[in-house]
């Protein structure tokens, strides 16, 4: 069983005109990243923490990222994303 991401936030018990992008909409809903909840994932903080550490030393050693060419993605079921990204870097520091 997997979720289609596709849907999120499209849900018209939840939204009225689900399918028009409207960044003011008061009230979203929880983002379920992590769960929800009595299941909400214990390691969130730490893979947040995580992350944004990856992040600042990957871009200090690698600034200027380039996109070089076409990035096609998965199909919609499961989890999607790029099946390539092909990027350039400047020398990093």
Known sequence: M????????????????PERLDITRGSPP???NFGGGVH?????HL???????????ITKLMPNPRQTGLAPWKGMAGITGPITLPLEFDVGH
Do not use: F, K
């Open 40 to 44: 909400y994932c214990l390691g969130s």
């Open 30 to 32: 929880a983002i379920l």
């Open 47 to 57: 893979a947040r923490l995580e992350l944004t550490e990856a992040l600042r030393v």
């Open 2 to 17: 997997a979720a289609n991401t596709a849907s999120a936030n499209r849900d018209p018990d939840v939204y009225q005109d």
